[in-house]
């Protein structure tokens, strides 16, 4: 009797050690998985990274945007840290009255796109002329492309300055539109650069063939070569846009005192303007913090709808035109 | 609609007459073997030649716009660095000082090589977290997680939203550190054991993480497009042949993406140095339009475009050091 119990147990023993062993064994299959990159504990550390990175990458955007629907009593009040008592757009509208802020909008975008869509242009032709022929000293022409990415705006910016004064540039688009035209905008050598990754990709069969059907260079550019193109001109016409709505270091210069202006010098004119008129400490000054960041959100907001558009170009488009520069 | 078509044919009938008259005139005639100039000097058109002439052409305006907009400003500030520039109405009055700008800048400056120096530690600090970070980042959304669309908008958010006075605006609210970074006193505790001269810059960047994660949005894209480009066959033969995640990442991720590093260092390095809230940038400028004197020797223009010249070398000098130092490991592991 004693020898079935004992049987028994051991069995039992046995079965709840298989058990354990499956059981274990399906715990690690979960956490770890086959080849670890599959199981749950990297999952968890993959999401727990990509939050905490997304609330970095989104937090000043947060402070942003809850910051400017506060009211003064909100902004003193310590116990309101994040959500305003009450959603008030009272920022939103002096910002929108005082820097007038739609014929700004238009203002900014015209200084951004018209120069936008010259440098997409010129650089394609250039980058054309780069990628598809052979002539004498290419090599060191190329380099000293790259080398204008390099140089800062400072060493140039005194004599461009002087030039532009001399020629009564100033205060017009024109002082970025005729760098943006020859291919020396903002920029300007990083749009090449896509352009020539790009047109060398493209097979020179197709090139050849079209020659032997007797097309111009011109015409092989203007038919086939920019069809090709399209989502390489629409990923450089969009940074260059951003590029030139978010320059403020030579408008700034260039610009002063004219009436024409990027939104965000302008929504920083009216700011100093109207902080020089209270005293430090009062209260409007209080109220000014809300207001600065309702004009952030304002100068934001236009790159913002734009790229909640096209942010499948920004994100895809870059594989496709090499924007890396191999 | 037929206007407009007639309008299109007359156009190109006049263009093809200028591009004739052009081709075939008593300075330039141009046929099947030859190209002659005033009906002396022939040159005997090769498929060569042609193509060049073509190339040429195609990056004429970019020659132009190279002397016009580059070469002489670069040349022009050079020479200015040489003297010292007064504004006298509209005229300008220059005396030459020769080196006198470039040593004033370094000896009796009280401010411009205090800031320089900060500059190339916040560089050397800022650059390779930069890099590592968008790498991680970039590591991150290429692989398959839920919302794919949704962590790319949220990571390429700083492509567009780095204008100058919005992150001035968000610094000076501090809105550019995390609050929850400051809360944790470990990092004070670790600060407190250190040399001030190690423990300055480490606070600087606790309190710029964020602004130095603002800059990550051109090099993620760049990353991303490398990793897109590895075969995902490699990493299953590796897998095959039983290297884990950590192993695939030293041996094959990363040697296939390290010629981009370069790339980065550079974008990484000029974005930054560029940047319109950078200390020396700000102070040359006000240099530049005489709202800050140094002494009663050298303000002005001369003395900015000195200024001007030492930094770029500066930061010449940065992108060889960072760059070299990425090869020299590239080549010894080889």
Redesign the interface.
């Known amino acids: 009797m004693s020898r079935v119990i004992s049987y028994v147990k051991d069995s039992i023993h046995l079965l709840k050690e298989k058990e354990y062993q499956q059981f274990g064994m399906k715990m690690k299959r979960l956490l770890i998985g086959m080849k670890f990159t599959d199981g749950l504990l990297y999952h968890i550390l993959v999401y727990a990274l990509l939050f905490a990175l997304g609330y970095i990458y989104l937090y000043p955007m947060l402070y942003m945007v809850t910051g400017s629907f506060m009211t003064m009593e909100d902004i003193i009040d310590v116990a309101v840290k994040w959500i305003p008592s009450t959603l008030n757009f009272e920022n939103y509208r002096i910002v929108i009255e005082e820097i007038n802020y739609f014929d700004a909008l238009l203002d900014a975008i015209y200084l951004a796109g018209v120069p936008a869509i010259s440098a997409t242009v010129s650089s394609a032709l250039i980058g054309y002329g780069f990628a598809r022929f052979d002539f004498p000293f290419k090599k060191i022409l190329f380099v000293l492309m790259i080398m204008t990415f390099i140089v800062p705006p400072q060493i140039t910016m005194l004599p461009m300055f002087r030039m532009y004064s001399q020629y009564d540039l100033l205060g017009s688009i024109k002082a970025f539109l005729y760098p943006a035209i020859l291919g020396q905008g903002l920029n300007g050598a990083i749009f090449i650069l896509i352009f020539y990754q790009f047109f060398r990709m493209i097979p020179k069969s197709l090139i050849e063939s079209a020659e032997l059907d007797g097309a111009t260079p011109l015409k092989i550019f203007t038919k086939i070569i920019v069809p090709l193109a399209v989502p390489s001109i629409i990923i450089v016409f969009l940074f260059s846009f951003v590029w030139y709505y978010n320059e403020t270091y030579l408008s700034g210069l260039y610009l002063r005192g004219s009436s024409l202006l990027t939104l965000p010098l302008r929504v920083e004119q009216y700011i100093t303007n109207f902080t020089s008129i209270y005293p430090e400490g009062s209260r409007a000054r209080e109220l000014m913090q809300a207001v600065k960041l309702a004009g952030n959100v304002l100068t934001l907001l236009p790159l913002l709808v734009l790229y909640f558009f096209t942010q499948r170009y920004f994100v895809e488009s870059i594989d496709k035109t090499g924007i890396t520069g191999e | 609609m037929k206007k407009v078509k007639d309008f299109l044919k007359k156009a190109s009938d006049l263009f093809d007459k200028v591009k004739y008259k052009l081709s075939h005139n008593v300075v330039f005639r141009s046929d099947f073997e030859y190209w002659t100039f005033f009906n002396v000097l022939k040159i005997r058109v090769t498929n060569?030649r042609r193509?060049?002439?073509?190339?040429?052409?195609?990056?004429f305006?970019?020659?132009?716009?190279?002397l016009?907009?580059?070469l002489?400003?670069?040349m022009?500030?050079l020479y200015?660095s040489f003297f010292k520039v007064r504004l006298a109405g509209a005229d300008i009055v220059m005396s030459g000082v020769g080196i006198d700008n470039y040593k004033a800048a370094f000896l009796y400056d009280p401010y411009f090589v205090e800031i320089l120096i900060e500059y190339v530690v916040e560089m050397i600090l800022n650059v390779p977290i930069t890099i590592v970070?968008a790498l991680?980042?970039a590591m991150?959304?290429n692989?398959d997680?839920k919302g794919k669309?949704a962590?790319?908008?949220?990571?390429?958010?700083?492509?567009?939203?780095?204008?100058?006075?919005?992150i001035q605006?968000?610094m000076v609210?501090g809105?550019?550190t995390?609050p929850s970074i400051q809360e944790y006193e470990v990092i004070d505790i670790v600060l407190d054991n250190l040399n001030s001269a190690l423990a300055n810059p480490i606070q600087a960047l606790f309190d710029t993480?964020?602004l130095v994660?603002?800059f990550t949005g051109?090099q993620i894209?760049?990353f991303?497009?490398?990793l897109?480009k590895i075969d995902r066959e490699i990493y299953e033969a590796s897998?095959i042949d039983g290297a884990?995640?950590w192993e695939s990442f030293w041996k094959i991720t990363l040697p296939s993406i390290m010629?981009?590093v370069s790339?980065v260092i550079?974008y990484t390095v000029?974005s930054m140095?560029?940047f319109?809230l950078n200390e020396v940038?700000i102070y040359?400028?006000n240099v530049?339009l005489g709202e800050s004197t140094v002494g009663t020797l050298t303000t002005g223009?001369g003395y900015?475009?000195a200024?001007?010249?030492i930094?770029?070398i500066v930061?010449?000098l940065l992108?060889l050091l960072f760059v070299g130092a990425v090869n020299i490991k590239r080549r010894s592991r080889r």
Do not use: C, D, H, N
């Not at chain 2, 193509?51 to 990056?59: P, T």
């Not at chain 2, 700083?158 to 100058?164: A, E, M």
């Open positions: 060569k193509q060049a002439v073509i190339g040429v052409s195609f990056i305006i970019w020659i132009v716009g190279y016009i907009f580059a002489y400003p670069m022009y500030s200015l970070f991680i980042i991150l959304i692989q997680i669309g962590w790319r908008t949220v990571f390429f958010l700083p492509v567009i939203i780095t204008t100058g006075p919005v605006e968000l609210q809105a550019t995390l993480i964020l994660l603002w051109i894209l760049i991303l497009a490398g897109q897998m884990g995640p010629p981009l790339v550079i000029v140095s560029v319109g940038i040359i400028r530049m223009y900015s475009a200024l001007a010249w930094y770029f930061m010449v992108i």
